[in-house]
Protein backbone atom coordinates (compact mmCIF):
# COMPACT_ATOMS: atom_id res chain seq x y z
CA UNK A 1 0.00 0.00 0.00
CA UNK A 2 1.67 3.39 -0.82
CA UNK A 3 2.27 6.45 1.81
CA UNK A 4 -0.27 8.02 0.51
CA UNK A 5 -3.76 5.63 0.90
CA UNK A 6 -1.75 5.09 4.08
CA UNK A 7 -1.65 8.17 5.81
CA UNK A 8 -5.47 9.01 4.29
CA UNK A 9 -6.84 5.74 5.99
CA UNK A 10 -4.45 6.77 9.44
CA UNK A 11 -6.90 10.08 9.30
CA UNK A 12 -10.06 7.84 8.13
CA UNK A 13 -9.40 6.17 12.06
CA UNK A 14 -8.95 9.65 13.47
CA UNK A 15 -12.18 10.93 12.02
CA UNK A 16 -13.84 7.74 13.92
CA UNK A 17 -12.72 8.13 17.11
CA UNK A 18 -12.79 12.33 16.87
CA UNK A 19 -16.34 12.03 15.22
CA UNK A 20 -15.36 13.83 12.30
CA UNK A 21 -16.41 12.57 8.92
CA UNK A 22 -17.59 12.54 5.60
CA UNK A 23 -19.92 15.33 6.74
CA UNK A 24 -18.54 17.30 9.13
CA UNK A 25 -19.12 17.00 11.87
CA UNK A 26 -19.96 13.24 12.08
CA UNK A 27 -19.72 10.44 13.98
CA UNK A 28 -20.41 6.96 13.42
CA UNK A 29 -23.82 4.97 14.32
CA UNK A 30 -23.88 1.13 14.94
CA UNK A 31 -26.97 -1.00 14.69
CA UNK A 32 -29.64 0.97 15.91
CA UNK A 33 -26.81 3.17 18.11
CA UNK A 34 -23.76 4.97 17.60
CA UNK A 35 -20.28 4.58 18.45
CA UNK A 36 -19.44 1.94 20.42
CA UNK A 37 -16.48 3.52 22.64
CA UNK A 38 -15.41 3.84 26.19
CA UNK A 39 -17.68 7.07 27.23
CA UNK A 40 -18.44 7.98 30.40
CA UNK A 41 -22.10 9.04 31.60
CA UNK A 42 -22.68 12.78 30.43
CA UNK A 43 -22.76 15.33 32.93
CA UNK A 44 -24.80 18.19 31.93
CA UNK A 45 -23.29 21.60 31.85
CA UNK A 46 -24.41 24.28 33.92
CA UNK A 47 -26.59 26.83 31.16
CA UNK A 48 -25.04 30.37 30.93
CA UNK A 49 -28.83 31.27 31.20
CA UNK A 50 -30.65 30.28 34.76
CA UNK A 51 -33.00 28.44 33.82
CA UNK A 52 -36.58 29.88 34.53
CA UNK A 53 -38.66 28.48 37.37
CA UNK A 54 -40.60 25.30 36.79
CA UNK A 55 -44.15 26.24 36.96
CA UNK A 56 -47.07 23.85 39.09
CA UNK A 57 -47.48 21.90 36.17
CA UNK A 58 -43.85 21.25 35.40
CA UNK A 59 -43.38 19.87 38.55
CA UNK A 60 -39.86 20.39 39.43
CA UNK A 61 -38.87 21.13 35.19
CA UNK A 62 -36.25 18.45 34.76
CA UNK A 63 -35.46 15.60 32.77
CA UNK A 64 -33.81 12.34 32.76
CA UNK A 65 -32.94 10.86 29.43
CA UNK A 66 -31.31 7.53 28.14
CA UNK A 67 -29.58 7.90 24.96
CA UNK A 68 -26.67 7.82 22.72
CA UNK A 69 -23.81 9.11 21.73
CA UNK A 70 -24.60 11.93 19.72
CA UNK A 71 -27.92 11.60 19.75
CA UNK A 72 -27.99 15.08 22.79
CA UNK A 73 -24.75 16.41 22.60
CA UNK A 74 -23.87 19.22 25.20
CA UNK A 75 -21.42 20.76 22.91
CA UNK A 76 -18.78 19.35 24.81
CA UNK A 77 -16.88 18.41 21.63
CA UNK A 78 -18.37 20.70 19.09
CA UNK A 79 -20.17 23.87 19.98
CA UNK A 80 -21.88 23.41 17.11
CA UNK A 81 -23.94 20.50 18.45
CA UNK A 82 -24.98 22.30 21.72
CA UNK A 83 -28.39 21.33 20.65
CA UNK A 84 -29.43 20.26 24.28
CA UNK A 85 -27.80 23.71 25.90
CA UNK A 86 -30.32 25.30 24.10
CA UNK A 87 -33.09 23.86 24.51
CA UNK A 88 -32.76 24.58 28.35
CA UNK A 89 -32.12 28.05 26.98
CA UNK A 90 -35.27 27.87 25.34
CA UNK A 91 -38.18 25.90 26.79
CA UNK A 92 -36.95 26.66 30.33
CA UNK A 93 -36.66 22.97 31.28
CA UNK A 94 -33.50 21.61 32.60
CA UNK A 95 -31.92 18.33 31.65
CA UNK A 96 -30.82 16.80 35.18
CA UNK A 97 -29.42 13.49 33.60
CA UNK A 98 -28.15 12.25 30.40
CA UNK A 99 -26.62 9.24 30.27
CA UNK A 100 -25.19 7.88 26.98
CA UNK A 101 -25.38 4.15 25.78
CA UNK A 102 -23.00 2.62 23.23
CA UNK A 103 -24.89 -0.09 22.21
CA UNK A 104 -28.41 -1.44 21.74
CA UNK A 105 -27.49 -4.10 24.18
CA UNK A 106 -26.61 -1.77 26.36
CA UNK A 107 -29.03 0.90 26.57
CA UNK A 108 -31.88 -2.09 26.77
CA UNK A 109 -29.73 -3.15 30.15
CA UNK A 110 -29.73 0.18 31.69
CA UNK A 111 -33.26 1.51 30.91
CA UNK A 112 -34.65 0.42 33.98
CA UNK A 113 -32.13 1.79 35.85
CA UNK A 114 -33.24 4.73 36.43
CA UNK A 115 -36.84 6.75 36.34
CA UNK A 116 -35.86 7.97 32.88
CA UNK A 117 -38.50 10.26 31.12
CA UNK A 118 -37.49 9.32 27.66
CA UNK A 119 -35.41 6.99 25.54
CA UNK A 120 -34.24 6.14 22.43
CA UNK A 121 -34.86 2.82 20.83
CA UNK A 122 -34.50 0.80 17.89
CA UNK A 123 -37.05 -2.00 16.87
CA UNK A 124 -36.40 -4.41 19.29
CA UNK A 125 -36.20 -2.69 22.43
CA UNK A 126 -39.49 -0.12 21.39
CA UNK A 127 -41.29 -3.63 20.79
CA UNK A 128 -40.49 -4.84 24.46
CA UNK A 129 -40.77 -1.39 26.14
CA UNK A 130 -44.53 -0.97 24.43
CA UNK A 131 -44.96 -5.15 25.62
CA UNK A 132 -44.56 -4.48 29.23
CA UNK A 133 -45.95 -0.92 28.94
CA UNK A 134 -42.98 0.97 30.40
CA UNK A 135 -43.89 3.22 27.40
CA UNK A 136 -46.90 5.51 26.76
CA UNK A 137 -48.58 6.63 23.59
CA UNK A 138 -47.79 9.80 22.41
CA UNK A 139 -50.32 12.21 21.36
CA UNK A 140 -49.00 13.78 17.93
CA UNK A 141 -51.14 16.56 18.23
CA UNK A 142 -48.73 17.66 21.10
CA UNK A 143 -45.65 17.39 18.63
CA UNK A 144 -44.91 20.30 16.38
CA UNK A 145 -43.73 19.12 13.17
CA UNK A 146 -44.87 15.54 13.91
CA UNK A 147 -46.32 15.52 10.17
CA UNK A 148 -43.12 17.00 8.49
CA UNK A 149 -41.66 12.92 9.50
CA UNK A 150 -41.60 10.44 7.16
CA UNK A 151 -44.83 8.50 6.64
CA UNK A 152 -43.43 4.99 6.99
CA UNK A 153 -40.95 6.49 9.61
CA UNK A 154 -44.21 7.37 11.61
CA UNK A 155 -46.07 3.89 10.99
CA UNK A 156 -43.45 2.49 12.22
CA UNK A 157 -43.86 3.55 15.58
CA UNK A 158 -47.52 3.07 15.45
CA UNK A 159 -49.38 -0.25 17.25
CA UNK A 160 -52.65 -0.44 17.22
CA UNK A 161 -53.28 3.16 15.71
CA UNK A 162 -51.10 4.50 18.70
CA UNK A 163 -48.02 6.32 17.84
CA UNK A 164 -45.44 5.16 20.43
CA UNK A 165 -42.26 6.80 19.48
CA UNK A 166 -41.09 9.64 17.63
CA UNK A 167 -38.83 8.49 14.91
CA UNK A 168 -35.78 10.57 14.80
CA UNK A 169 -33.01 8.84 12.97
CA UNK A 170 -32.10 6.17 10.48
CA UNK A 171 -29.45 4.17 8.86
CA UNK A 172 -29.25 0.60 6.57
CA UNK A 173 -26.65 -1.73 6.20
CA UNK A 174 -24.89 -2.50 2.70
CA UNK A 175 -22.22 -4.95 1.55
CA UNK A 176 -18.84 -3.57 0.12
CA UNK A 177 -16.33 -5.16 -2.09
CA UNK A 178 -12.69 -4.36 -2.67
CA UNK A 179 -13.24 -2.97 -6.40
CA UNK A 180 -10.13 -4.76 -7.38
CA UNK A 181 -11.10 -8.37 -5.81
CA UNK A 182 -14.64 -8.88 -7.12
CA UNK A 183 -17.03 -11.46 -5.84
CA UNK A 184 -20.84 -11.27 -4.94
CA UNK A 185 -23.25 -12.13 -1.88
CA UNK A 186 -22.10 -15.58 -1.69
CA UNK A 187 -18.61 -14.68 -1.58
CA UNK A 188 -19.19 -12.31 1.10
CA UNK A 189 -20.62 -14.92 3.31
CA UNK A 190 -17.82 -17.35 2.21
CA UNK A 191 -14.67 -15.19 2.25
CA UNK A 192 -12.33 -15.26 5.51
CA UNK A 193 -11.27 -12.26 4.41
CA UNK A 194 -15.06 -10.33 5.20
CA UNK A 195 -16.35 -8.34 8.19
CA UNK A 196 -19.92 -8.66 9.49
CA UNK A 197 -21.76 -6.76 12.48
CA UNK A 198 -21.51 -8.43 15.41
CA UNK A 199 -25.38 -8.26 16.22
CA UNK A 200 -28.18 -10.84 16.44
CA UNK A 201 -29.77 -8.78 13.57
CA UNK A 202 -26.93 -9.81 10.97
CA UNK A 203 -28.83 -13.20 10.99
CA UNK A 204 -31.47 -11.47 8.82
CA UNK A 205 -28.49 -10.63 6.66
CA UNK A 206 -27.68 -13.95 6.19
CA UNK A 207 -31.52 -15.13 6.05
CA UNK A 208 -31.74 -12.71 2.81
CA UNK A 209 -28.53 -14.18 1.19
CA UNK A 210 -30.21 -17.81 1.69
CA UNK A 211 -33.17 -15.96 -0.18
CA UNK A 212 -35.94 -15.33 2.56
CA UNK A 213 -38.94 -13.33 1.41
CA UNK A 214 -38.89 -11.48 5.38
CA UNK A 215 -35.76 -11.73 6.83
CA UNK A 216 -37.35 -10.83 10.14
CA UNK A 217 -40.15 -13.58 10.11
CA UNK A 218 -38.15 -16.95 10.34
CA UNK A 219 -39.21 -20.16 10.87
CA UNK A 220 -37.28 -22.58 12.84
CA UNK A 221 -35.93 -24.39 9.32
CA UNK A 222 -35.04 -20.73 8.39
CA UNK A 223 -33.16 -19.62 11.10
CA UNK A 224 -31.14 -22.96 10.83
CA UNK A 225 -30.60 -22.31 7.60
CA UNK A 226 -29.27 -18.53 7.95
CA UNK A 227 -27.01 -20.04 10.54
CA UNK A 228 -25.34 -22.68 8.62
CA UNK A 229 -24.58 -20.04 6.37
CA UNK A 230 -22.72 -17.86 8.90
CA UNK A 231 -21.17 -21.17 10.55
CA UNK A 232 -19.83 -22.10 7.44
CA UNK A 233 -17.23 -19.90 7.76
CA UNK A 234 -15.58 -19.73 11.18
CA UNK A 235 -12.41 -17.46 10.55
CA UNK A 236 -14.64 -13.98 9.10
CA UNK A 237 -14.47 -11.36 11.03
CA UNK A 238 -17.31 -9.82 13.76
CA UNK A 239 -17.22 -6.18 13.99
CA UNK A 240 -18.34 -3.64 16.59
CA UNK A 241 -15.89 -0.88 16.43
CA UNK A 242 -15.51 0.68 13.34
CA UNK A 243 -12.15 1.39 13.69
CA UNK A 244 -11.70 -2.58 13.03
CA UNK A 245 -12.93 -2.01 9.22
CA UNK A 246 -10.27 1.06 8.93
CA UNK A 247 -7.43 -1.41 10.44
CA UNK A 248 -8.69 -4.32 8.47
CA UNK A 249 -8.55 -2.69 4.40
CA UNK A 250 -5.71 -0.67 5.83
CA UNK A 251 -3.75 -3.70 6.73
CA UNK A 252 -5.06 -5.47 3.54
CA UNK A 253 -7.07 -8.05 5.78
CA UNK A 254 -10.57 -7.37 4.48
CA UNK A 255 -11.99 -7.91 0.77
CA UNK A 256 -15.48 -7.43 1.87
CA UNK A 257 -17.42 -6.01 5.07
CA UNK A 258 -21.40 -5.14 5.53
CA UNK A 259 -21.43 -1.45 6.92
CA UNK A 260 -23.48 2.26 6.40
CA UNK A 261 -23.01 4.09 3.37
CA UNK A 262 -21.48 6.41 5.71
CA UNK A 263 -18.12 3.76 6.48
CA UNK A 264 -18.22 3.46 2.85
CA UNK A 265 -18.10 7.10 1.56
CA UNK A 266 -15.60 7.15 4.45
CA UNK A 267 -12.96 4.78 3.48
CA UNK A 268 -13.82 5.48 -0.44
CA UNK A 269 -12.50 9.09 0.67
CA UNK A 270 -9.47 7.47 2.48
CA UNK A 271 -8.86 6.02 -1.01
CA UNK A 272 -10.37 2.24 -0.55
CA UNK A 273 -11.73 1.42 -3.73
CA UNK A 274 -15.04 0.28 -2.36
CA UNK A 275 -18.04 -1.15 -4.44
CA UNK A 276 -21.68 -2.04 -2.99
CA UNK A 277 -22.41 -5.63 -3.79
CA UNK A 278 -25.97 -6.23 -5.64
CA UNK A 279 -28.69 -7.27 -3.26
CA UNK A 280 -32.51 -7.81 -3.68
CA UNK A 281 -32.73 -5.63 -0.79
CA UNK A 282 -30.99 -3.74 2.12
CA UNK A 283 -31.62 -3.87 5.94
CA UNK A 284 -32.42 -0.94 8.16
CA UNK A 285 -33.28 0.14 11.32
CA UNK A 286 -35.00 3.38 12.68
CA UNK A 287 -34.47 4.83 16.16
CA UNK A 288 -37.57 6.95 17.98
CA UNK A 289 -37.71 8.78 21.25
CA UNK A 290 -40.18 7.02 23.46
CA UNK A 291 -41.82 8.50 26.51
CA UNK A 292 -42.34 6.98 29.54
CA UNK A 293 -45.43 5.72 30.91
CA UNK A 294 -44.39 6.47 34.77
CA UNK A 295 -43.96 10.10 33.74
CA UNK A 296 -45.77 12.62 36.76
CA UNK A 297 -45.84 15.41 34.65
CA UNK A 298 -45.02 14.89 30.66
CA UNK A 299 -44.73 18.70 30.22
CA UNK A 300 -40.93 19.49 29.51
CA UNK A 301 -40.76 15.54 28.12
CA UNK A 302 -43.45 16.94 25.25
CA UNK A 303 -40.70 20.39 24.86
CA UNK A 304 -37.81 17.44 24.29
CA UNK A 305 -39.75 15.78 21.98
CA UNK A 306 -40.69 19.05 19.87
CA UNK A 307 -37.44 20.00 20.24
CA UNK A 308 -36.26 16.27 18.48
CA UNK A 309 -38.51 16.60 15.51
CA UNK A 310 -37.07 20.45 14.69
CA UNK A 311 -35.51 20.35 11.72
CA UNK A 312 -32.30 22.09 12.83
CA UNK A 313 -32.31 19.23 15.89
CA UNK A 314 -32.48 16.13 12.78
CA UNK A 315 -29.97 18.28 10.84
CA UNK A 316 -27.56 18.26 13.19
CA UNK A 317 -27.68 14.82 14.97
CA UNK A 318 -27.79 13.14 11.33
CA UNK A 319 -24.15 15.10 10.59
CA UNK A 320 -23.25 14.32 13.68
CA UNK A 321 -23.66 10.53 13.76
CA UNK A 322 -23.73 9.69 10.27
CA UNK A 323 -27.13 8.79 9.59
CA UNK A 324 -30.34 10.32 8.03
CA UNK A 325 -33.10 12.36 10.09
CA UNK A 326 -36.72 11.02 9.89
CA UNK A 327 -37.45 14.66 9.06
CA UNK A 328 -36.92 15.35 5.04
CA UNK A 329 -36.89 19.29 6.13
CA UNK A 330 -34.04 18.57 7.52
CA UNK A 331 -32.08 17.20 4.41
CA UNK A 332 -29.96 20.93 4.34
CA UNK A 333 -26.76 22.19 5.28
CA UNK A 334 -24.36 19.60 7.15
CA UNK A 335 -27.19 16.87 6.67
CA UNK A 336 -27.38 17.06 3.02
CA UNK A 337 -24.57 14.31 2.37
CA UNK A 338 -25.91 12.10 4.94
CA UNK A 339 -29.64 12.30 3.48
CA UNK A 340 -27.79 11.71 -0.14
CA UNK A 341 -26.01 8.91 1.17
CA UNK A 342 -29.19 7.05 2.13
CA UNK A 343 -31.15 8.04 -0.22
CA UNK A 344 -33.62 10.24 1.72
CA UNK A 345 -36.57 11.28 -0.38
CA UNK A 346 -35.83 8.91 -3.27
CA UNK A 347 -39.02 6.54 -2.84
CA UNK A 348 -37.61 4.16 -5.33
CA UNK A 349 -34.40 3.29 -3.40
CA UNK A 350 -36.26 3.65 0.38
CA UNK A 351 -38.57 0.47 -1.01
CA UNK A 352 -35.61 -1.87 -1.41
CA UNK A 353 -35.05 -1.35 2.50
CA UNK A 354 -36.08 -4.22 4.78
CA UNK A 355 -36.42 -2.09 8.07
CA UNK A 356 -35.95 -4.24 10.65
CA UNK A 357 -38.96 -5.37 13.67
CA UNK A 358 -38.57 -6.87 16.32
CA UNK A 359 -37.96 -10.60 15.30
CA UNK A 360 -40.17 -12.61 14.42
CA UNK A 361 -42.43 -9.66 13.36
CA UNK A 362 -45.70 -9.96 12.40
CA UNK A 363 -46.06 -13.60 12.51
CA UNK A 364 -46.03 -15.60 15.56
CA UNK A 365 -43.90 -17.24 17.69
CA UNK A 366 -46.34 -18.92 20.80
CA UNK A 367 -47.82 -21.14 17.66
CA UNK A 368 -44.16 -22.02 16.40
CA UNK A 369 -44.72 -20.19 13.33
CA UNK A 370 -42.03 -18.35 13.90
CA UNK A 371 -38.45 -17.80 16.31
CA UNK A 372 -38.37 -15.17 18.28
CA UNK A 373 -35.54 -12.95 19.12
CA UNK A 374 -34.93 -14.74 22.55
CA UNK A 375 -33.90 -17.50 20.20
CA UNK A 376 -31.72 -15.02 17.77
CA UNK A 377 -29.79 -13.83 20.57
CA UNK A 378 -29.21 -17.02 21.84
CA UNK A 379 -27.93 -18.64 18.39
CA UNK A 380 -25.66 -15.82 18.15
CA UNK A 381 -24.29 -15.99 21.54
CA UNK A 382 -23.78 -20.13 20.56
CA UNK A 383 -21.96 -18.89 16.67
CA UNK A 384 -19.44 -16.31 18.84
CA UNK A 385 -18.35 -18.98 21.02
Given at each position: ???????????????LVAGVGVAAPA?????????????????????????????????????????????????????????????????????????????????????????????????????????????????????????????????????????????????????????????????????????????????AAAALAEGAKE???????????????????????????????????????????????????????????????????????????????????????????????????????????????????????????????????????????????????????????????????????????
Amino acid sequence: MNGRRTYALALAATALVAGVGVAAPAAVPGPQGVRPQPTPTAKPSASSTPTPTPSATQLDGTLQILTYRGYAEYGGVSSRVNWVGSFEKETGCRIARLDIAQTAEELAARVDDRPYDVVTAGPVLAADLIERKWAQPIDPAKVSGYTDLDKRFRDMTTVSGKSYGVPYLWAYDEFVRDRNTGGDLEQVFSSTRAALRDSPLTIAAAALAEGAKEPYELSEADLDKAMALLDRNKDRTYWRNPVDLVKGFATGALDYAQLTPYYRLLLQKAGVPLETVKTRATLGWLDSWMLSANVPDATCAYRWLNWVTATDAQRDAAAWTGMAPANGKACKGRARAMCRAYGMGDDKRLGKVDFAVRPPGGCRADDGECTDYATWAKRWQELMK
